[in-house]
């Protein structure tokens, strides 16, 4: 019974597509995640060599240390919810939670969070 896809859901399931993005709104500079599955710790260790690196378009710090910092805040604050929280997804209907929302969030100078359902 717990082999159901149903059981494996994640109460917050989190893509993504890119190791960093450059912050500056006139840039469009972004290195692509090559792997879709990476662990945390790989995803730091992706994230840790921009650390302070400027960006190879405009210049601009790619990674200030406060916005690293945030990251990996965020990012262990989501593997805890899921941790703990996932359950709450196994009383959802297959036809709920095909309709659950995708956000877009961003970590700079705090989080930004954008709700792409409403696009
Ligand atoms: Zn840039």
């Known amino acids: 019974m717990f082999n159901s896809p149903r059981f494996k859901r994640q109460l917050l399931e989190v893509t993504e597509r890119t190791i960093v993005v450059c912050d500056n709104p006139n840039c469009n500079y972004e290195v692509p995640a ?9 995803k730091i260790k992706d994230l840790s060599f921009y650390l302070n690196k400027p960006c190879l378009i405009c210049g601009d710090n790619l990674l200030t240390e406060k916005d690293f910092k945030t990251y990996i805040t965020v990012q262990k ?28 969030v961003h970590t700079h100078e705090g989080i930004t969070i954008d709700d792409l359902s409403k696009h």
């Open 77 to 104: 604050f989501v593997a805890w919810l899921n941790k703990y929280f996932s359950w709450i997804t196994w009383f959802y209907s297959d036809k709920s939670w095909a309709k659950r929302n995708t956000i877009c």
């Open 34 to 42: 090559e792997a879709s599955e990476r662990t945390l710790a790989e």
